[in-house]
């Protein structure tokens, strides 16, 4: 299978896992530790950690004490924060990363409870942890696509059942979205040939549980591609990247939702003054800018639309520079090297 097949086949993954539901242990225990926890902390590496940005979110918007922390830093340099009564709930699609490894065995030495979020039931990860939220797809060869997306699906059902808020009618909603959307992948990504082109200096920019999108289409663009692309929070490009603006920059903008939208359009037109090119993703892009289109996303699935574009591009630019999309040249699937 194609990276672009990889692609292509995530809303049927997503179907998968939405028709098999949250894993009851799963929920079990995140019910009683959010009661119970001193604190939650939420890690993971690379896609994997910032798929837990969203969920990070909700969390502290409930008014819970939660931590957001790469595991390599909660491994070796913060680890203070765990005690016996802390939550650890860990994301790692293999299970088998060399920082999830160490982490989930510090924690069972430790006796702390483990909540995994991983596609491998008989990984290390999942060995040590107290109950699994299990992905529920087929394996991937190499950039993650399907295990992102579903990451962020899974984590958000089994909140969703802990705090017995039901099933989610926007990421049900989001299936066809993307199925619409990937049917006309071909058209897509002759669009960003056209308005993206392979731009000199590239970011991804997005506030909100949007930035869970910009980190990781950054991400995929380096691996994907191999070009050089930063994602960032849009109110940090403001504190310095901005000097950057000429006709050398591209900025893709990730509009959010109703709160975001204004702040990012205001974005969007201080770099089209500075004669920098601004693409807005999705429809009712401000004055002077590009657009790129989006699959439609709401509410909590609204992560998981904003990422399959910046997906395609990542094939797009692929194409445009004559790499192998999605092939790992230096990499493995799975970091063994801490």
Known sequence: MTYLDDIASQPGALAELIRQGPDPDAVDLLARRLRSADRIVLTGMGASHFALYPTYLRLVQLGLPAWWVETSELLHHQDRLVTDTTLVWITS????????????????????????????????LAAQAEAVIP??????????TRSYVNTLAANEMTLNAALDLGASGDTAAVVEALSRYLAERQAHLEQMADVVGVPTRLFVVGRGAS?????????????????????????????????????????????GDDATRP????????????????????ADAPSGAQSLDAPAGHGSAQAIAEIV??????????????????VFRHLGKVTLVD
């Open 93 to 124: 699609q293999s299970g088998r990363s060399i920082e999830a490894k160490l982490m989930a065995e510090a924690l069972h030495a430790q006796g702390a409870p483990l909540l995994a979020t991983t596609n491998d039931s008989e990984s290390p």
């Open 135 to 144: 992905l529920r797809m087929d394996a991937e060869d190499a950039v993650s």
């Open 211 to 255: 930035l869970a999108a910009a980190w990781t289409g950054a991400l995929v663009i380096k691996e994907a591609a191999k070009v050089p692309v930063e994602g960032m929070n849009a109110a940090q490009f403001r504190h310095g990247p901005l000097e950057l603006a000429d006709a050398r920059l591209t900025v893709l903008l990730l509009p």
């Open 263 to 282: 702040r990012m359009r205001r974005l969007a037109e201080d770099l089209c003054l500075y004669g920098a090119q601004a693409i807005w993703l999705g």
């Open 309 to 326: 574009p910046l997906q395609l591009l990542s094939v797009s630019l692929a194409q445009l520079t004559g790499i192998d999309p999605g």
